[in-house]
Each structure stands twice: as C-alpha cells, then as structure tokens.
C-alpha cells in the first residue's frame, strides 16, 4: 500500500495504533488537541526540535527506524539536561511525495519503541506533505518538582565540570558513514544516541547537578553556554576527555587535529555539568551504579573565559566554538 | 545584517526580546528546555501544527507579518476547539539560505503580536538552516477545567449545528490571491485568520457546546470528522450556510459550484459545534456579546451519514469531504 492510497487520516490512524496509552493521558491523537494531567505541585518541561533532511540526516545512510528513535531521543536529551521526568510527545511530519511507507512505518515503529523505553506517550502532532524534504519536528514535554529542576545557569567557581559517557563519537561515526562505513560503535552512537534520562533524574533528584546542559552543538559550544549563563569561567583539560576505544582508533587516521570531534564535533548527546567538589564521591556512586562514566574534565572558575589545558601543559583560549545554523 | 551575521545564537536572542513575559514561566527561551507552572486542578491541552512552503503558503503573495500571525492562529484555533485558555507557544523554524532577515523579522513580529492578542507567551523552540522551503512549527499549550473541555465526540441525536462566522471566504481569498489580487476581505481572511479563542472558552464555561471542531480541513470535512466521533449523523442545509457579502459577489463569477468553497474550502478557522435546541436562546445571546454570528446551519441524526439539503428541497449524500494532504 502507498501513502496516497492509505491517505492522511489513515497514516495517522496508524500513528495512533502505534501511540502506546501512558498515564495522564486524558485525550490522545484524534480531537482538536491532547489532553493531559499535570501532576500536582510539578513543573511541567518543555522543549522542541526539528530534524531536516539534508540537514541533520541523509536518508542514503541513515536507516527509518534509528531515524524514528533519534528524533525523540534528541528531545528526551533535553528534558534529561533539565532533569525532568519525560511524559508526553508531540510528532508533526511534512512528508515529499517520494517518501514509502516502508520509510514512515519503520520511522514511526522507531520512534515508539524510543517513547516506550523512556515511559512517553505520542499525544498528538501533525502530518503534511512537502515540497521538498523530509522533516520532522517533535515538542516533548516532562516534569519536574520545582526546586530539583537544573538549569544552565547555577555553576559556581570551584565547581568541578563532569561530562558522562564518551564525547566525539557521533561526529565520528558521521565521518565513517560519510567515507561509505556502515557498521561500528561510533556510527551507531551517531544514528542511534542514547538519551541520559535516568543520569539527568538521580543527579536532579539528589541535587548534585549546579547546572547541566545536553552536548549537541559540541563540547565546546554548550560548556560557552552553560558557561554564559553561569557568569563564570572555566578550565578544560584535553586529556581528562572521555574518548571511545574506536576514537582512539581510528581518528588519528582521519586528517584533522586528533581533539577536534570531541571538542566541537557535536550530536553526542551527553550531559554535561557542573557540581560541588565534595560531591565527587557521591556522583562516582551514581556513575557506577547507572553504569556510565561521569568524567570530571576541568573545573568552573570564578572569573569568565575558557581556557583549555593541552596534554603538555600548555593553555589556549579556543577561537570558534561548534555549530551554527546560519554559519556561511 | 544578514542572518549569516547575526547567526543562529543571535537570532533566537532577537526572538527571545520579543517573545513577552507572561504569568507561570519560570523559564521561558535559553535553556534545555522551558520549565511553566501549569494552575492546579485544570488539565493541559496542547496541540502542534506545520506551515511549509509551497504546500500552506507561497511567500509570492504572503506577507511574512500576517504568515507569523497565521502560524500561530491555526493553533490557537485548535486550543479554541477545545475550549481552551491558551497559554504557552513554542516556534521552530527551518530556514532557508536566501531567506533574509527583511522576512524573518516581520514574520516574528507578526507571531509575537498574535500571541499578545491572545495572553500567549513563547517560551522556547528551535531554529535550524533548511535545505529546501521554509518550514514552520508551532506548539500551542492550553488549559481548562476537565469537565469544561469540548470533545469531538459528544454530540447527540436532536443537537443543532452551528458554525461561527462566515465558511468559504479563506478559500476564495486564495483564489484571488492566485488570480492577482492583494486586497479584499476573503484575501484578509486567507492570511490573517481569526482565532475564535473568546467563543470557544465562553462555550466551554457555560457548559453549551456538546461537541466542537475547527474547520481546517472544510466544513464537510470536519463535520465528518465530529460526527466520525460521535457516532453519529447530520442534515446540513445549503441555504443557512453563513456567506460573506464577498463570497455572494465574487464566487458566481468563478467557474466551479457555488457552494463548494463554503462546503470543502478549509482553512476558515471558524468553530463548528452541536449544541441542545434548548440551548438557542443563550446561544443568541452569545453571539451577540460577542459580535460573532453563530448560525445553525444542520441537525444532529441519530442514524449515521451525511446528508445534505439544497436549496430546492432535494438531499444528497456528499462523496469527497474536503482535504487530504496525501491524496493524488
């Protein structure tokens, strides 16, 4: 069957079959709009981002139904950064005429088993058809209580910056899938990002976070984030980085300076964040209880500015920082 | 400036200037994600629409002001449909590399100033390069008490139906904007479409509306859709169609049926809903505080099925009910 003959409102009946039923949910896909229950004395958690082909993803590599997962694993990231608790999902799709159902069914069988994993229920959304790519735009919403709930803006000088699991891998794995590769860890953590929701809810819930920020521009541009709302400065040391066993493989075959896809690369969807100094036991704890590496990498200095601290002891202020949209 | 200038940080800064403050935000624009206070014992509703270019609007004769009011009047419409209070907004945006500034901050403006009409406050977003159209979607939460809310589902046998406002002007208004014409009421109708966000929570509060929907898709689309829900049929009378004086004017001299444009036109954004005949009066009342034709236009059947009446008194069953963003 094709799209055209299955039609807009029988696509999205089959969106709805897919949709799981989560708690809280009064009125799911097919009113006006959702309906749902806050729960009392909780924050509710919001955040939107879009996926555009050509863009953020290359149809010719990347397989529907990682593509379904990443969509709302980039938002779960988010909400993990604040966190917060994710609940409930919005999809909205503007679909080309040449897209088949065996892309969508995959991409949207992706996208539940992500929502499923994580406890999120798809409430509702939009579909369209394009003139032109593919594009995917998810709104994901989580709570939180009041005061557990990390912002960017809470480090202090002292503080120890911590990020969790390896960074750089999904820039690289990008490269392999651009050099033809189609299997490994790193094209996997490129396609496939694990959202941090349980390591961003345990270090909210214990308030061991000061402040956290998801690394998807790169590690660079959201520490200068974080830093910028912060009001503070900080000290990143190049070899206390986390890198992958394939990292230390295989970059040093690629051409470019052997830190720079985990400095700048970004779409790791890591957490970074900062924490008191004598929080540092407890959060190994965390680490090792969740089983992921929580890697002290610099520390927060009262006064702004980022220094980095090159494995032979020498320092530099890093120039340009990761991704921007509208970069020429 | 160009956008390449002021790039991606500094755009969405220029966009959290005019983004407003409202109440219950505690963290709007800047973080992982916006954190809002949703008002103990109402539910949230929420709802999410797309606007791509070359299939919702040609930037040939769309202004961008009234296309960023546009953007989030469809949402605000589906909030209304419900019953709804909206409250919070989220804006993505996937843009293009020629699309300058000399649009995008008339188009924000315009998004800002419906939102101001209506107490809604943008709280966050995304904003990436596209590599095709322009590609626009809005979040749109709301809330209201849950007995208050208005379904799709509970319309009765006995209940009349009515539509606010005039049906088929939208669609006109883009036949004459195909045609070369930039000026004229069904035009302004096309481009800047009037949420019915005051008669759609007044419905709701005074516990009128049985069952509502927005018309989008066109009167006979979203009819079926109300009615799909209900289970239920209707008699829709040709004759008590709220016409525009322009539609009476302009539609003869256009070649296709009369009533089709008020029939499967979409994009009118009025409220279609059912309400209890002993429910007229108040109704009436209504409508008149608040300026707004309410016109019953059909009667709610207890058997399944559509059916229309002309003007001679004879009846069809309609076959194709309005639009279908997949079909050929």
């Given at each position: 069957m094709t799209l055209n003959e299955l039609g807009e409102f029988g696509f999205i009946g089959r969106i709805a079959t897919s949709a799981g039923s989560g708690?809280?949910?009064?009125?799911?896909?097919?009113?006006?709009?959702?309906?749902?229950?806050?729960?009392?004395?909780?924050?509710?958690?919001?955040?939107?981002?879009?996926?555009?082909?050509?863009?953020?993803?290359?149809?010719?590599?990347?397989?529907?139904?990682?593509?379904?997962?990443?969509?709302?694993?980039?938002?779960?990231?988010?909400?993990?950064?604040?966190?917060?608790?994710?609940?409930?999902?919005?999809?909205?799709?503007?679909?080309?005429?040449?897209?088949?159902?065996?892309?969508?069914d995959p991409f949207i069988a992706g996208f539940t088993s992500r929502a499923k994993e994580h406890g999120v229920t798809l409430i509702g959304g939009d579909t369209c058809s394009s003139r032109s790519g593919f594009v995917i735009s998810v709104t994901l919403m989580g709570e939180q209580e009041p005061e557990r709930i990390v912002r960017r803006?809470?480090?202090?000088?002292?503080?120890?910056?911590?990020?969790?699991?390896?960074?750089?891998?999904?820039?690289?794995?990008?490269a392999l899938l651009r050099q033809g590769e189609r299997v490994g860890?790193?094209?996997?953590?490129?396609?496939?990002?694990?959202?941090?929701?349980?390591?961003?809810?345990?270090?909210?819930?214990?308030?061991?976070?000061t402040a956290m920020i998801d690394v998807s521009d790169g590690t660079l541009a959201d520490l200068g984030h974080l830093l910028k709302l912060s009001g503070c400065g900080a000290?990143?040391?190049l070899d206390r980085l986390p890198l992958s066993p394939e990292y230390l493989w295989r970059v040093p075959e690629l051409k470019d300076d052997f830190f720079s896809r985990a400095l700048s690369g970004g779409e790791d969807y890591e957490l970074l964040f900062t924490a008191p100094a004598e929080r540092e036991e407890e959060i190994a704890a965390l680490a090792a209880s969740l089983n992921l590496p929580m890697t002290v990498i610099g520390e927060i200095s009262r006064a702004p500015g980022l220094i980095i601290i090159s494995p032979d002891g020498s320092s530099h202020i890093p120039a340009s920082r990761g991704f921007d949209h509208f970069a020429r």
């Open positions: 708690g809280g949910v009064v009125l799911g896909i097919g009113d006006d709009a959702a309906a749902v229950i806050p729960t009392p004395g909780l924050q509710t958690l919001v955040t939107a981002d879009m996926l555009v082909e050509g863009v953020h993803f290359d149809l010719a590599f990347t397989p529907p139904f990682e593509l379904g997962r990443k969509s709302l694993a980039v938002n779960l990231s988010d909400i993990a950064a604040m966190g917060g608790i994710p609940r409930f999902a919005l999809l909205s799709l503007a679909i080309p005429p040449g897209l088949s159902l065996e892309i969508l803006s809470g480090a202090g000088g002292g503080d120890l910056l911590y990020v969790t699991g390896f960074v750089g891998d999904s820039a690289l794995g990008l860890a790193a094209i996997t953590r490129h396609l496939d990002p694990i959202p941090r929701t349980a390591a961003g809810v345990a270090l909210a819930a214990k308030g061991m976070a000290r990143l040391f």
